[in-house]
């Protein structure tokens, strides 16, 4: 069984297209997590819902809205997709949003923007 | 503001020799210290962690650090190397009010036949 789940894997699109990323955790967990990892490998938080609130929300452009309909899931929405978007992003799920929870993460889904 | 260091992009060993992957971080509070591994084309893997207590902590696949407060460093080792540790690790710190992990650029470990 797939702990941190994410879907699509790949996603290929056009500039201005709008997307969305799924993430599913199957964990029992109540803190998620989307990370960005750029092209040289390094790892941003974006944001963070705790029971599907809202608790880390870094300096993200607003194209970026995160959605949390229940605290299994976290999904990214992405308007107007630039050509900087293009990443990896790694959804994450802990027990709790303390400091020291194991974080555990999701396959990625790379996505490139054309 | 914390941040972590890692320092070396790339690191080649060779099979069965000594693994040091250096990390040092900044943080004016007490820090928790992460080492995650990842493999190419996947998620990011928990190898160990710091939170309190004994300084010598061990994880998976016979990789160990050690927290050194008075040196800001959290270096990873493994005694033997294997071809299946060949993989990207990273380094991170959270601390108390950030819930959130702030990673290090990370490493890329060669192991060479």
């Known amino acids: 069984d797939t702990a941190v789940s994410q879907t699509p894997k790949y996603l290929v699109t056009q500039m201005g297209n709008d997307k969305s990323i799924k993430c599913e955790q199957n964990?029992?967990?109540?803190?998620m997590y989307w990370y960005k990892q750029d092209s040289k490998k390094f790892l941003k938080i974006m944001f963070s819902?705790?029971?599907?609130?809202?608790?880390i929300n870094e300096t993200v452009p607003n194209r970026f809205s995160p959605k949390s309909p229940d605290k299994a899931h976290l999904n990214l929405h992405i308007n107007s997709l630039e050509l900087g978007d293009s990443a990896v992003y790694f959804c994450?799920?802990?027990?709790?949003?303390?400091?020291?929870?194991?974080?555990?993460f999701g396959p990625g889904t790379r996505l490139t923007v054309l | 503001a914390q941040s972590v260091t890692q320092l070396g992009s790339h690191v080649s060993v060779s099979e069965g020799a000594l693994v040091l992957l250096r990390c040092n971080y900044s943080?004016?509070?007490?820090?928790?210290l992460f080492w995650y591994v990842q493999y190419p084309n996947q998620g990011l893997q928990l190898l160990l962690k710091?939170?309190?207590?004994?300084?010598l902590v061990k994880g998976i696949n016979g990789f160990e650090a050690e927290f050194k407060k008075s040196e800001t460093s959290f270096h990873l080792t493994k005694p033997s190397a294997h071809m299946s540790d060949a993989a990207e690790y990273f380094c991170?710190?959270?601390?108390?009010?950030?819930?959130?992990?702030?990673f290090g650029s990370g490493t890329r470990l060669q192991v060479q036949p």
């Open positions: 819902y705790n029971n599907k609130e809202l608790i």
């Open positions: 943080s004016s509070v007490p820090p928790y």
């Open positions: 964990l029992g967990h109540d803190t």
């Open positions: 994450a799920s802990s027990q709790g949003p303390k400091e020291a929870d194991t974080q555990y």
């Open positions: 991170a710190v959270s601390v108390a009010g950030r819930r959130a992990l702030t």
């Open positions: 710091y939170t309190t207590g004994a300084t």
